[in-house]
């Protein structure tokens, strides 16, 4: 059965920084979209990166401090977030979304 995990969640002060780490066991992310979605309480599910096949997509809110990239002989996918901000705290997902597969997210607190 494929899955994903994600991992590398954890509490920060503003400024700080976390890389999160998206496995993919019993399939591979070689080819594929993966997606890196946040949720808070209460909120839509957003999309904030993807990595794709030579290319990634990040919304304006994180552009030029969260930085996603694969290494796909270890079928992994990370998501790099520095400099971050309250505003990032949130629950984050990977998606792969041929298969619609997602991990059961790990979650990111940003405070002082």
């Known amino acids: 059965q494929a899955q994903l995990v994600e991992s590398g969640g954890g509490s920060v002060q503003p400024g700080g920084s976390l890389t999160l780490v998206c496995t993919f066991s019993?399939?591979?992310?070689?080819?594929?979209?993966v997606n890196w979605y946040r949720q808070v309480p209460g909120n839509e599910r957003e999309r904030v990166a993807t990595s794709g096949i030579g290319s990634t997509y990040y919304i304006d809110a994180v552009k030029g401090r969260f930085t996603t990239y694969r290494d796909v002989g270890k079928n992994t996918v990370y998501l790099q977030m520095n400099n971050l901000t309250p505003e990032d705290t949130a629950v984050y997902y990977c998606?792969?979304?041929?298969?619609?597969?997602w991990g059961p997210g790990t979650q990111v607190t940003v405070s002082s």
């Open positions: 019993g399939g591979t992310i070689g080819p594929y979209v």
């Open positions: 998606n792969r979304p041929t298969g619609n597969h």
